[in-house]
């Protein structure tokens, strides 16, 4: 399996943007489906935004209309674009295959307040 590390997380105020990359390893160009989840301080991971190979995309309704998620197969690398983001939104990142077959990596702290 892959290895995958995030970057790209930080401190925004209400209303601001942040994109997110995940780094793999290997090759995600036979990887189907890929994710990005958050888990939240006391909360369980939750799957947010999913692409697939052939470039589909499902959110979570929590948000949808907020965030695009994006592959780059020549670059190994899934992004996750988020605007509008909301107190709500803070968590740390991950991302991951799906369903989930990779190890978990550290992740990226997004944090929006002001």
């Known amino acids: 399996q892959v290895q995958l590390v995030e970057s790209g997380g930080g401190l925004v105020q209400p209303g601001g943007s942040l994109r997110l990359s995940c780094a793999a390893s290997?090759?995600?160009?036979?990887?189907?489906?890929m994710g990005w989840y958050r888990q939240a301080p006391g909360q369980q991971r939750e799957l947010v935004a999913r692409?697939?190979?052939?470039?589909?995309?499902v959110y979570a309704d929590s948000v949808k209309g907020r965030f695009a998620i994006s592959r780059d197969n020549a670059k190994n690398t899934v992004y996750l674009q988020m605007n509008s983001l909301k107190p709500e939104d803070t968590a740390v990142y991950l991302c991951?295959?799906?369903?989930?077959?990779?190890?978990w990596g550290q992740g990226t702290q997004v944090t929006v307040s002001s």
């Open positions: 692409i697939f190979s052939g470039g589909g995309t």
């Open positions: 991951n295959t799906i369903p989930p077959r990779s190890a």
């Open positions: 290997g090759s995600i160009f036979s990887i189907n489906g």
